[in-house]
Antibody
Framework: QVQLQESGPGLVKPSETLSLTCTVS????????WTWIRQPPGKGLEWIGN???????NYNPSLNSRVTMSIDTSKNQFSLKLSSVTAADTAVYFC??????????????WGQGTMVAVSP | DIQMTQSPSSVSASVGDRVTITCRAS??????LVWYQQKPGTAPKLLIY???SLQSGVPSRFSGSGSGTGFTLTIRSLQPEDFATYYC?????????FGGGTKVEIK
């Protein structure tokens, strides 16, 4: 069974860069799109962006200039960097897999999520 | 961006009730609509894709319908484990966007 696990600091200072990694186990990272989604406390879901195993990316324009995603197929990992963070970036960050059995961007496997707080 | 609007934002229901949640897109998304269920402290779970196709392993009491700009998620006979928040998501174009969520609470 495929499992996803987010890792990274739980506290980031304002203006610094948030860095998270998602490790995929029990399956291959190849031939899938992978995504990052976040959820501020008590609020709804926001799509941050996708990365394909080839390295091609799509980002949410609302975050575009601050987001960088990368993938390491040899380690079965993909990563998120969000620069110049503010308190508005405080959220639970989820990594997820885009299903390759349906012809649309639907997320069929998710990590448990990791809370990242932006605070001095 | 395509705006997704869910209603109601919350609903109180009893076990055995039929519950219907509506999701409206700001422009046509054909059938590129996905539904998720999220319980407190956990990640969302994929329920329905392509507006009406049930994800493997999801109970048949869940069903989806709609096309274009209007969609519904129906839970035929609410079970205790169905009390959760439900989100719709459009998969028609980037940026992918979600509805604001509908919380199904115990009456």
């Amino acid at each position: 069974q495929v499992q996803l696990q987010e890792s990274g600091p739980g506290l980031v200072k304002p203006s610094e860069t948030l860095s998270l990694t998602c490790t995929v186990s029990g399956g291959y990272i190849i031939s899938y799109y992978w995504t990052w989604i976040r959820q501020p406390p008590g609020k709804g879901l926001e799509w941050i962006g996708n990365i394909y195993y080839s390295g091609s990316t799509n980002y949410n324009p609302s975050l575009n200039s601050r987001v960088t995603m990368s993938i390491d197929t040899s380690k079965n990992q993909f990563s998120l960097k969000l620069s110049s963070v503010t308190a508005a970036d405080t959220a639970v960050y989820f990594c997820a897999r885009v299903s390759n059995t349906v012809s649309m961007f639907a997320f069929d496997m998710w990590g448990q999520g990791t809370m990242v707080a932006v605070s001095p | 961006d395509i705006q997704m609007t869910q209603s109601p934002s919350s609903v109180s229901a009893s076990v055995g009730d039929r519950v219907t949640i509506t999701c409206r897109a700001s422009r046509s998304i054909n059938n590129y609509l996905v539904w998720y269920q999220q319980k407190p402290g956990t990640a969302p779970k994929l329920l329905i894709y392509a507006a009406s196709s049930l994800q493997s392993g999801v109970p048949s009491r869940f069903s989806g319908s709609g096309s274009g700009t209007g969609f519904t998620l129906t839970i035929r006979s609410l079970q205790p484990e169905d009390f959760a928040t439900y989100y719709c998501q459009q998969a028609d174009s980037f940026p992918l966007t979600f509805g604001g969520g509908t919380k199904v609470e115990i009456k």
